[in-house]
């Protein structure tokens, strides 16, 4: 269901992850799409202009900067896949909402698949640091009864098995 899965909470230095009491703490990756104002536009979901975001790799200095009062995008270190009976919502991590930074992540519905696209925000008027390869969100799984009718699979979601950040799609 997540891979790669860790088994126990780690935390020695860095912002916990791994399986914790009653969810499991996934990571950010290095990979982030940070908003800009350079060359943007009307930030628009129906027809989203990727002049808007700028792509970075933070694998060299391990953490990310995200401008005051911006937004960015990011992805999970872990690949998600969900049983039929289940689904699972994301909260951010106190240790960061305690920062101003608030992070977003929509429900994984039953079936869903792929890695997670992450929305982060920093509220405050200062520059954020955010920690690649470490905690960003708590994940909490809700067993049903019994499995859904029609799960995300079946609906053929936009977002089925996505591999990096993916932007908006209608």
């Known amino acids: 269901m997540i891979n790669p899965f860790v088994e126990s909470q780690v935390s ?4 916990s992850y791994g399986l914790s009491s009653y969810g499991y703490d996934m990571r950010i990756s290095s990979e ?17 202009d990727t002049n808007n975001v700028q792509k970075v790799d933070v694998s060299s200095s391990g953490y990310c900067v995200i401008p005051e009062n911006s937004f960015a995008l990011a992805r ?5 896949k969900i049983p039929r009976d289940v689904l699972a919502i994301c909260l951010g991590k ?6 101003g930074i608030i992070v977003n992540v929509t429900p994984f519905e039953p079936e869903f698949e792929g890695y997670i696209t992450i929305e982060i925000s920093n509220t405050t008027p200062i520059p954020a640091k955010i920690y690649a390869n470490e905690g960003i969100a708590q994940v909490i799984f809700l067993g049903a009864d019994s499995e859904c009718m029609v ?3 079946d ?3 936009k977002y089925q098995n996505q591999l990096g950040i993916v932007l908006p799609r209608i």
């Open 94 to 99: 106190s240790t960061y909402a305690r920062c």
């Open 12 to 15: 020695n230095g860095a912002i």
């Open 76 to 80: 999970s270190v872990e690949y998600f």
């Open 155 to 157: 609906r053929k979601g």
């Open 32 to 48: 982030f799409m940070i908003f800009n104002n350079a060359e943007s536009s009307i930030v628009d979901p129906k027809k989203f």
């Open 151 to 153: 799960s995300y699979k």
